[in-house]
């Protein structure tokens, strides 16, 4: 089945850093991509998706771009905010259409 | 977007007791409803997947005597955890989607077991 593996944190960050999460996954045929992000005491909220090879997700300055030929869906930003703070998940979607997660990598930025 | 709740939030019972959590899509009708665990510092893992007015499918390895699942509507969905025990200690979250639109999640259950 399908599985994701993303990069562990935690990750301290100051304010206007660049950021980038890692995700890479393994999958049969070809999965849709996300990044949700679990703001402190909320539950996951869908941040950005892909569905084909080479698009690019984007939202609220985060992108990834859906890299067939590394098997990857890497998250950045250009400049992370005090708000940017939660748990990001990178996740999987195939046929099924269940979503398989990683691990969740916790981001946390400082004034 | 669509909201998704949970009830209640955290719940803290005595070993071989049973307890039931909620989860209500509050402006929506779900066809759909997942549950999740999460342990500590692990990712979410799918449970099961109800969909209304039928039997949940439940994923391998998930004991469906144990977590009892019901949908018996478009907006509530229940998981009952059977004769509770210490190893039953998790976070529980539930998602639903319309169709096959984007799935809403709420914001767990943490789940306590003495």
């Known amino acids: 089945g399908n599985s994701v593996t993303q990069m562990e944190g935690p990750v301290t960050l100051s304010e206007e850093a660049f950021l980038t999460i890692n995700c890479t996954y393994t999958a049969t045929g070809y999965p849709s991509l996300f990044w949700y992000v679990q703001y402190p005491g909320e539950g996951l909220q869908l941040l950005l998706k892909a569905t084909k090879a080479d698009d690019k997700g984007s939202n609220k300055g985060f992108e990834a771009t859906y890299r067939k030929e590394t098997t990857s869906f890497h998250l950045e930003k250009g400049s992370v905010q005090v708000s940017d703070s939660a748990v990001y998940f990178c996740a999987t979607q195939g046929g099924s259409e269940k979503l398989v997660f990683g691990k969740g990598t916790k981001l946390t930025v400082n004034p | ?114």
């Not at chain 2, 307890?19 to 893992?45: G, H, N």
């Not at chain 2, 209304?52 to 907006?75: P, R």
């Not at chain 2, 998602?95 to 984007?102: C, G, M």
Request: aromatic residues 10%.
């Open chain 2, 1 to 114: 977007g669509a909201v998704v709740s949970q009830h209640p939030s955290w719940v803290i019972c005595k070993s071989g007791t049973s307890v039931k959590i909620e989860c209500r899509s509050l402006d929506f009708q779900a066809t759909t409803m997942f549950w999740y665990r999460q342990f500590p510092k692990q990712s979410l893992m799918l449970m099961a997947t109800s969909n209304e007015g039928s039997k949940a499918t439940y994923e391998q390895g998930v004991e469906k005597d144990k977590f009892l699942i019901n949908h018996a509507s478009l907006t509530l969905s229940t998981l009952t955890v059977t004769s509770a025990h210490p190893e039953d200690s998790s976070f529980y979250i539930c998602s639903a989607r319309l169709v096959h639109n984007e799935q809403f999640f709420g914001p767990g259950t943490r789940l306590t077991v003495l």
